[in-house]
C-alpha cells in the first residue's frame, strides 16, 4: 500500500498528464540497418480532459489533412511504403498513427524541422544509430517565459519538499533509532490502518514531508509545466524507442525497457527532482521510493533507507534548484545504439 504515499506521486502524475497530447516515435531496423520502419503516433485528450480545446480540435484538423507536424515529417522522408490509421471514439479524433518504411540513410529526414540529428552508420557486420540533440527550437518565445516563471514557482516547491526532509533528518540524526519508525510511517498508505507509535513531534515531521511531495504535483500548472518543460528544453519531438535486431553490441544514452526496447525521453517533473539526491538530501525518500524494485512492504523498505548514512544540506534558493532542474530535464547529449546485421541479399 505504500504507493499511495511516496511511488504512487509518478503514476497518478503521470495519469493527470493524459490531459496534455502526446507523441511516441518508434524506429524499428530490420535485419540488414539498410531500412527502419518510422512509426509515430500522437495521442488527443477529449473534449471533456482538454486543457486547451481550441489547440486540440486545430490539431484534429491538422491531421486530417495530413499538415501536421508528422505528416509533414513523413512527407518529407519521401517513404517506401506509408499508411495511416486514425482511432476514434463517437466520432473524435483521439489518436493517429503514421508507419512508413524508409531508408535508414533518410532517417535525418524524419527530424528536418528539430534541433535533432540522428545519423546511421553501416560497416562490415553491424549498424549503428546515433541520435544528437541540439538546443530545443520548439517553443515560442512566450512559452519559454511562461516556462521560466512557472519553473521558478515549482523550484520553490521544491525547496520545501527538501527543507521538510532535511528537518525531520536533523531529527534522526539527534535519535537513530527512532529512523525506521518515521520512515515507515512516511511510506504507509494513508489507509493503513497498524498503529503508527509516532509522538506529536514525529507526526509533524512526517506530515510536513508528505506535504511536500504532495506539492510536487498539485494543481493544474504543474501540468502545464510539464507541457511547456518539454517543449523549452527538450528538443526530441517525441518519446523515442529504438528497436534493434539481437541483443545490441553498445548502448549509450538510452533506457532500457520491455521486451529490449531502446529508449530515449527526458525525465518528467518529480523524476527530475529524484534525479537530484545527493545534491541536498542523501538519501532522497521520493528517489529511494520509485527506484526500479522499489513498492515492497513499508516496514521492510524503512528498515533499508533507515540504515543508510543521511545527510541534508540548507538549499541556497529556487534559482539554484531551477538551474538544477533544468540539467536534468533536457536529454542526453547523445543516444547510440550499434548492433550486428545481416548480409542482405
Known amino acids: 500500500m505504500r504507493r499511495a504515499t511516496f511511488a504512487a506521486v509518478v503514476f497518478l502524475?503521470?495519469?493527470s498528464c493524459a490531459n496534455i497530447v502526446h507523441h511516441d516515435l518508434t524506429l524499428t531496423f530490420d535485419d540488414t540497418g539498410e531500412h527502419v520502419t518510422v512509426a509515430a503516433a500522437t495521442s488527443i485528450p477529449t473534449t471533456k480532459d482538454s486543457r486547451d480545446r481550441g489547440r486540440d480540435d486545430r490539431l484534429r484538423d491538422d491531421i486530417l489533412a495530413g499538415r501536421d507536424?508528422?505528416?509533414?515529417?513523413?512527407?518529407?522522408?519521401?517513404?517506401?511504403?506509408?499508411?495511416?490509421?486514425?482511432?476514434?471514439?463517437?466520432?473524435?479524433?483521439?489518436?493517429?498513427?503514421?508507419?512508413?518504411r524508409i531508408d535508414s540513410g533518410d532517417l535525418q529526414k524524419i527530424f528536418f524541422d528539430v534541433a535533432v540529428s540522428a545519423v546511421?552508420?553501416?560497416?562490415?557486420?553491424?549498424?549503428?544509430?546515433?541520435?544528437?540533440?541540439?538546443?530545443?527550437?520548439?517553443?515560442?518565445?512566450?512559452?519559454?517565459?511562461?516556462?521560466?516563471?512557472?519553473?521558478?514557482?515549482?523550484?520553490?516547491?521544491?525547496?520545501?519538499?527538501?527543507?521538510?526532509?532535511?528537518?525531520?533528518?536533523e531529527y534522526m540524526n539527534e535519535r537513530p533509532l527512532r529512523a525506521a519508525e518515521l520512515f515507515s510511517a512516511l511510506f504507509r498508505d494513508t489507509d493503513d490502518l497498524r498503529p503508527s507509535f509516532l509522538t506529536e513531534e514525529e507526526r509533524d515531521l512526517v506530515a510536513a514531508v508528505r506535504r511536500g511531495v504532495d506539492g510536487l504535483t498539485?494543481?493544474?500548472?504543474?501540468?502545464?509545466?510539464?507541457?511547456?518543460?518539454?517543449l523549452v528544453y527538450n528538443p526530441l519531438p517525441a518519446r523515442i524507442v529504438v528497436r534493434v535486431p539481437g541483443e545490441p553490441l553498445l548502448v549509450e544514452g538510452f533506457a532500457r525497457g520491455k521486451e529490449g526496447e531502446l529508449v530515449a525521453e527526458p525525465p518528467s517533473l518529480i523524476e527530475a527532482i529524484a534525479a537530484l539526491e545527493g545534491r541536498w538530501v542523501t538519501p532522497d525518500p521520493l528517489a529511494f521510493s520509485i527506484r526500479p524494485g522499489g513498492g515492497g512492504d513499508s516496514d521492510k523498505e524503512a528498515a533499508l533507507i533507515a540504515a543508510m548514512?543521511?545527510?541534508?544540506?540548507?538549499?541556497?534558493?529556487?534559482?539554484?534548484?531551477?538551474?538544477?532542474?533544468?540539467?536534468?530535464?533536457?536529454?542526453?547529449?547523445r543516444y547510440r545504439v550499434r548492433w550486428i546485421t545481416k548480409t542482405s541479399g
Do not use: C
Open 69 to 100: 507536424e508528422w505528416g509533414l515529417r513523413f512527407a518529407n522522408a519521401n517513404p517506401e511504403s506509408y499508411r495511416v490509421m486514425l482511432d476514434r471514439t463517437h466520432g473524435e479524433l483521439l489518436r493517429a498513427e503514421r508507419i512508413a
Open 218 to 230: 498539485e494543481n493544474d500548472d504543474t501540468e502545464q509545466l510539464e507541457a511547456e518543460a518539454d
Open 13 to 15: 502524475f503521470a495519469a
Open 309 to 333: 548514512p543521511r545527510h541534508a544540506t540548507a538549499v541556497v534558493g529556487p534559482i539554484e534548484v531551477g538551474d538544477a532542474l533544468i540539467q536534468k530535464l533536457r536529454p542526453a547529449p
Open 120 to 169: 546511421v552508420t553501416r560497416g562490415d557486420g553491424w549498424a549503428e544509430l546515433a541520435i544528437y540533440p541540439g538546443t530545443s527550437t520548439r517553443a515560442t518565445r512566450p512559452q519559454r517565459d511562461d516556462a521560466e516563471k512557472k519553473l521558478r514557482a515549482y523550484s520553490e516547491r521544491a525547496i520545501r519538499y527538501f527543507d521538510a526532509v532535511r528537518t525531520m533528518y
